[in-house]
């Protein structure tokens, strides 16, 4: 997969067939209704990657999600001041949550997974 330069642009036009690389500060593997209880975190190499159809998350393992599999989105800590999206899926009891302090590109990556979800 080439690594994409991740901006604002790309996620305004058409995401190419290698996706979209989006690098993150870390993310947090987490369990279904435990809150910040955390399973596991990856600071080592963590991203994120955007594709049409699904998006792959590089937690302690990494994982592919269709955006049919996502039951829910939220800000953490909340939409005024985000610095994190948590990613609830369907039939899981895992949740990821990745950190990007880049609060312009976390709102466009939120409203890119939402807008993929109403359509999936």
């Known amino acids: ?12 036009s058409d995401i190419p067939g290698e996706g979209i690389h989006v690098e993150v500060m870390e993310i947090i593997t987490g369990f279904k209704g435990l809150g910040s209880i955390e399973m596991a975190r990856n600071r080592l190499d963590p991203y994120i ?17 269709s955006y049919g599999q996502v039951e829910r989105l939220v800000f953490l800590p909340n939409k005024h001041s985000p610095y994190a999206i948590r990613v609830y899926l369907k039939q899981s ?11 312009d590109l976390l709102v466009k990556i939120f409203d890119y997974i939402s807008a993929r979800l109403i359509t999936s």
Request: aromatic share 12%.
């Open 49 to 65: 990657d955007l594709f049409s159809n699904q998006i792959r998350i590089n937690a302690y393992k990494q994982v592919l999600v």
């Open 93 to 103: 009891k895992y949740t990821y949550s990745f950190t990007i302090l880049d609060q």
């Open 1 to 12: 997969m080439n690594r994409v330069p991740q901006t604002l642009e790309l996620l305004n």
